[in-house]
């Protein structure tokens, strides 16, 4: 039983690899005391760390990641002003990997999985009557937890995929509920 399940991780597939990659973001807020109008807007951010892939069964992986991320947002208040920020955080995605088709130099996968978010820092500004306030604060929790879905080719040693992530929990210290939603696109290398 014991070279048995020597032989399983023997069998099994390990890759380690790099990737950077860029963000659109925009936090949905939920102003619930009385403000009339939100209006959340999409900023860009940024992506950078490592991935690595152990196989599992036939064409289904797991796919941990460990990678810095800024995500960056904006929100428009009917009779406030507005507020810019910047969330950045170390984001560990654990993700399904799954081959679709595999033509030997081009493999097409999809993945999925949830993501923990670990805040390093955030930055706001904000703005009334054309008046900026700049801070770094602690608007955000320092632990928040996301979920992402995409799909990606690899040609040879490159990657690139594109995923989709939402927030599962409202972010904010503050009294408005705000919850993330970023479209991801990365570009990765496999280095074994």
Do not use: C
């Not at 196989?55 to 990641?65: A, C, I, M």
């Not at 507020?83 to 996968?109: C, G, Q, R, T």
């Not at 979920?147 to 409202?170: C, H, I, K, P, S």
């Not at 210290?173 to 074994?192: E, N, Q, V």
Request: charged share 20%; glycine share 10%; hydrophobic share 40%.
């Amino acid at each position: 039983m014991f070279g048995m399940a020597f032989g399983l991780i023997q069998a099994q597939s390990f890759q380690l690899g790099i990737k950077t990659g860029f963000n659109s973001t925009s936090f949905d807020t939920d102003a619930g005391y009385g403000l009339d109008k939100v209006k959340d807007e999409f900023k860009s951010g940024y992506l950078i760390g490592g991935w690595t892939r152990i196989g599992l069964l036939g064409n289904l992986s797991v796919q941990p990641e460990l990678y810095y991320s800024k995500k960056s947002g904006a929100t428009d208040f009917e009779t406030r002003g507005s507020e810019s920020f910047s969330y950045y955080s170390w984001d560990i995605p654990l993700l399904a990997h799954l081959e679709v088709i595999d033509l030997k130099l081009l493999k097409i996968y999809g993945v999925g999985g949830p993501v923990a978010s670990f805040r390093a820092k955030d930055e706001s500004t904000l703005s009334i009557a054309s008046v900026d306030f700049d801070y770094d604060g602690e608007d955000f929790k320092s632990t928040n937890w996301n979920f992402q879905l995409g799909a990606g080719v690899q040609l040879m040693r490159f990657t690139l995929d594109a995923r989709y992530e939402w927030g599962l929990n409202d972010m904010s210290h503050t009294d408005m509920d705000r919850k993330s939603k970023s479209l991801i696109f990365a570009l990765g290398y496999r280095l074994f």
